[in-house]
């Protein structure tokens, strides 16, 4: 079986922080079939710090990235747009803004395709379809490829999915995941046998760049999500972006001096929670990197064996009981979503 | 580094002039002042001025409070405010409006966010990646020097554990990356 | 083929005041019209048609000049047509000879350069003339008007209606989907502004009308299907099995105690409560015969039990009972449907579902009620604590381009009505959360003012999550509400026992089904659609259907039952009319040219197309038929006409507005 190829964006932080979430994407995807191609001479997406000073500039130096991809096709592209895979949600999300609004903003696109053309490129809006790792993964490969692959259950293992603001916001792609309460990250954890924490702060934002800027207001974001993974008994926070775990990882110690608290937290890339999966051994997932060191909580992995789960079907009420019944929640489907509407 | 920004021509107002400036349509006039972006703002109460409270100023043509505000420099990027926002207003994207406005006549008396952004830039410019520690060295010399003691242990763990690069990377296409750049600045300029 | 000569032709161009004229130059069209139309023998411009003046001079010249046609350039038919028929008939002039041109709508609203929009006014006037040549004096058709009505449900609304015209003599077949009278405002506590016990001012009027001598009651029953049109319709209910014999049961509801299943009530109890397989869906209600719910019943479902029919003391059960189809002849309709809630499930911000203690509305309704789950205390969703702190949430999915856009109208009145309550109950502190208090019909405005007076804490600004996820101290172990405080301009998180949301109205969620029964439209939002937003709420696009109560939009009970009354007036005054005539524009079928293809036969919307096997051809029924022109355009052998459409005066129509004519004329 050839595997399915598709266009990649590393983007800058894979190089070499978060090195981590690349070795253990490369490492997953032989076994599921999937073929990384990394784009020709990608250049950095800008961040949310490009926009921040010029707004043409910012948007043509995205749409470099655009123009190189769509130039050479991976060899199996749907129609006429292929897809380019992102695993870093800020570079996820200035790509697939960047296309998508060169599609509706026909003023914008002829600018940034005359500044593009400075350099001896084009890009033609729609030529890529842009999507995040974890949207190919979850749509594309999905729960029984992936369960196939599993040699080591993450049975025992608590787990607070954590996707970030960026990945599920401005939500320019309505089909892929639901702005405030997305399922996808929490399926595919559930999948690996794990046990997933319904964590509340799941879409909240890690605070970015915000460290440097006001420590205060930086270590205050962390510490939420710290906190709230911590009061939901997780034993891993695991993220889909780069930067959502520098933050919560390496400025974890940070961020306890300066509130004086003692969380210890770990944070891993769904792509490395894949892996050990899979059966893959640490090393090779880039597990070490992690500055909250993680091993105590992995060491739960295959040792507990957690209760069994509560059977199907409501329990039967006692007579005393006075509590009052909860509405029924569609059980992790994107119902209760703004789409429900006909 | 940054280039100067145009001024805005007298005959358009501070309102006009920041839709102008955002792409597409921003819908900056539907708002109905009801607060859920300040609401949602992660960041919000460490703003001096709610987002909410921003687009009223803008309203009132208040040119000179709302681009001196540190609102826009807090902004995380979440996007909490645009997809809760009733009126559907492109919340975020007017935040980066309103930064790059800030800094024509240097509004914004803080520089610490501003320069970290140029920073980012200046590497990305010449280099077409991103610099991490040389980002972080030079911004913290500058406006954090004390604060470099107190990440001294961060620091020394991104190293022991492989997570910092020491030196920066230049792509091939830097030539035609600088040359994007500078066409698109251009334009920006003969736009306004 | 007529004498074109034969015909006398007035043509008026209406100004109507600047509408037109600010964009058409009426004076000149006018003028164009008398010089170079054929058989024109006056033509006049005018400020106002449609006024006193301008229909006299129609009359004026029908007489004095003895014009046979009349052409009217104005607004739409729809507005006046009737208007300048009514004028050519007191002038002695058969109505259908009149032909009325829209040049407003076609022309003066949509075209903004004067040369181009007085071009196209002259080759519509062109058209109207060159067409209503060939037009016949025909009679409307006389029928007869049914004086039975059909309510289709049976809340406030249709209970209102049902009574107004059952007391005025007429006979009402009351339909209502759910096992008893009373809809959403029978699960109501209390009602603003007067704080009036919902029940004891409903129960009256449901007893009313379930014991009216003429109101059949037909609960437990829905509409299957509507043929005929106004004064004469045939419709199909279906009344489902209650699985009870009604003559037999007393309604002692010793089955409903005996019963062993309990289940979640999701229709009168929100979710909140429970009730048996068998049940009535509350106390009073009326009619007071149980029903079973098949679906639950462990004797539908599995076999065993019957515990209801050994208790029964009159022998009332009957498992074997099957729906029954019953067909009435109605003259008229209102459908008073109602409205559905919308989910909060869609907004996962607000947690609903996911955290115990936040509430809907309808919800809290319940649990304020003294019938309800808790007997009317105010607890949490454990069933005991009483809270100390409560959030009351305006606007949720209401005003929101992510969820519906509109306003529904009463939340706001709603939500200080629960604050009242909750005080009252629990003595808890109170916020209100709100973007604007919308409290603005009578005696709203002053319950506002009461509430403040009661020490409510009111916070403008739209919540923007409710969370459990504790930052600071305080917030453990609570609910908390995160919202600007726009009046203050910060941030706030106020840390709650309980939460309710004031969620928006939505339309019934198979309204757009109801309505193609009916062959009525909804809105944009789903909303069945009046005739005139402003100067015709209650009636349809189609005779004989009205509407009334929330089904048209959202809107508390006052308004409910003012459109119920005016329902039942515009229905009454068509009864006591007896009879109505309709428009004669029918299509009839050319025996001679049919050749029994019978392509027609399925195309008719109205059901009026029968083919006579005997014969071998198609004939239309002129009682069903509505003039729609389907089948005419269909027939491949030209055998169908529609009068006052023939082909004919469609072609006359189509050669006037191309003016072919007269740039032949020009070239000549």
Known sequence: MTDTRYSYFPGCSLERNAEAYHKSSMAIAGPLGLEFVEIEDWNCCGATEYISLHMLASYAIIARNLAQAARHSPGNSQASAHDLV?????????????????????????????ALAAGGLSYKPGSVHVRHLLDVLVNDVGCSKMKAQVTRPLKGLRVAPYYGCLISRPGLRTDEHDPEYPTSLDDLLACLGAEVVDFPLKTHCCGGHMTQISEGTGFELIRRLVKGAADYHADVIVTVCPMCQLNLDAFQGAMNRYFKTAYHVPVLYFTQMMGLAFGRDAASLGIGAELVDARPALAKIGVEVPPPPEAEGAPKRKRDDKSLPMPKMPKHEAAATREAKP | MAGPVPSVPERLSFLDAVQARTPGESRLLMCIQ???????????????????????????????????????????????????????????????????????????????????????INWVENYG???????????????????????????????????????????????????????????????? | MKRLDEARVGVYVCHCGSNISATVDVENVA?????????????????????????????????????????????????????????????????????????????????SDRAIATEKAKALISGGVRRVIHNEPLEPILVDINPNVLVVGGGIAGIQAALEIADSGSHVYLVERE??????????????????????????????????????????????????????????????????KIELCTGCGACEEKCPKKVVDDVFEAGLGFRKAIYRP??????????????????????????????????????????????????????????????????????????????????????????????????????????????IVHCAGSRDRNYNKYCSAICCMQSLKFAHLVKERTGARVYNFYIDI???????????????????????????EVTDAARLSGEEGKLIVQVEDTLVGKQRRIPVDMVILSAGLEPRHDAKEVGKKFGISCSMDGWFIERHPKLDPVATMTDGIFIAGACQGPKDIPAAVSQGAAAAARVQGLISQRQISLEPVRASVDAEKC??????????????????????????????????GTCVSACPAGAITGTHFSNEQIMAQIEGVLMLDLRQMAMA
Not at chain 3, 59 to 68: A, H, P, R
Not at chain 3, 181 to 191: I, R, S, V, W, Y
Not at chain 3, 208 to 215: L, T, V
Not at chain 3, 443 to 463: M, N, P, S, T
Request: aromatic share 8%.
């Open chain 3, 438 to 464: 919308r409290t603005s019909a009578k005696a709203y405005d002053e319950f506002y003012q009461h509430i403040i007076e009661e020490g409510i804490l009111f916070v403008r600004g739209k919540v923007a």
């Open chain 3, 31 to 111: 003028k164009w019209a008398g010089e170079n139309l054929p058989n024109v023998i006056c033509a006049r411009d005018n400020k106002f048609m449609c006024s006193s003046l301008g229909q006299e001079l129609i009359e004026k010249d029908i007489k004095e000049q003895g014009l046979t046609r009349v052409v009217v350039a104005a607004c739409s038919p729809h507005l006046h047509e009737a208007t300048f028929r009514g004028a050519c008939q007191r002038a002695g002039l058969n109505p259908y000879l009149f032909d009325m041109v829209s040049i407003r709508e076609q022309v003066s609203w949509v075209i």
């Open chain 3, 282 to 391: 509350f106390p009073q209600a009326v009619p007071k015969y149980p029903v079973i719910d098949v679906e639950n019943c462990t004797f539908f479902q599995r076999g065993t039990c019957k515990a209801c029919e050994k208790f029964c003391p009159t022998g009332a059960i009957d498992f074997k009972q099957e729906d029954e189809i019953i067909t009435v002849n109605v003259g008229n309709v209102i459908l008073a449907t109602g409205f559905d809630l919308f989910d909060s499930r869609r907004i996962p911000q607000y947690g609903y579902g996911r955290l115990a203690n936040v509430f809907t509305s309808l919800e809290f309704e319940r649990l304020s009620n003294a019938a309800g789950p808790t007997g009317g205390k105010v607890v949490l969703r454990d069933g005991v604590t009483v809270p100390q702190s409560v959030a």
């Open chain 1, 86 to 114: 992102a695993p870093c949600s800020a570079c996820y999300l200035n790509l697939s803004k960047c296309d998508k609004y060169m599609r509706t903003d026909a003023d914008l696109a002829e600018k940034v395709n005359l």
């Open chain 3, 595 to 628: 050749s029994g293809c019978r392509i027609c036969n399925t195309m008719c919307p109205f059901n009026a197309i029968a083919f006579l096997a005997d014969r071998q051809v198609t004939e239309i029924n002129p009682a069903l038929c509505q003039g729609c």
């Open chain 3, 179 to 244: 096992p008893s009278l009373g809809g959403h405002m029978a699960q109501f506590d209390k009602t603003f502004p007067t704080l009036d016990c919902s029940a004891c001012i409903l129960t009256p009027k449901m007893y009313s009308a379930g014991n009216h001598k003429n109101i059949t009651l037909l609960t437990y029953s829905e509409v299957e299907k509507v043929d005929g049109f106004i004064g004469n319709f045939t419709v199909k209910i279906r009344q489902r099995a209650r699985k009870v």
């Open chain 2, 34 to 120: 009801c607060g859920t972006c300040g609401g949602s703002c992660p960041s919000g109460a460490d703003m001096q001025h709610t987002p909410r409270h921003i687009f009223a100023m803008i309203r009132a043509d208040m040119r000179d409070e709302v681009l001196s505000s540190n609102t826009p420099w807090y902004c995380v990027s979440c996007y909490f405010c645009t997809v809760r926002c009733p009126q559907d207003v492109h919340i975020t994207d007017i935040m980066y409006t309103l930064k790059r406005m800030s800094l024509v006549g240097h509004s914004y008396d803080s520089s610490t966010a501003p320069d970290f952004s140029k920073m980012f």
């Open chain 2, 129 to 192: 990646r991103a610099f991490e520690l040389g980002l972080m060295s030079q911004h913290m010399l500058r406006h954090n020097p004390l604060g470099v003691f107190k990440i001294a242990d961060m620091g020394i763990g991104m190293v022991t554990k492989g997570r910092m690069a020491f030196t920066p990377k230049r792509i091939q296409g830097i030539a035609g990356l600088k040359q994007i750049i500078a066409k698109a600045k251009e334009l920006e300029e003969s736009h306004d």
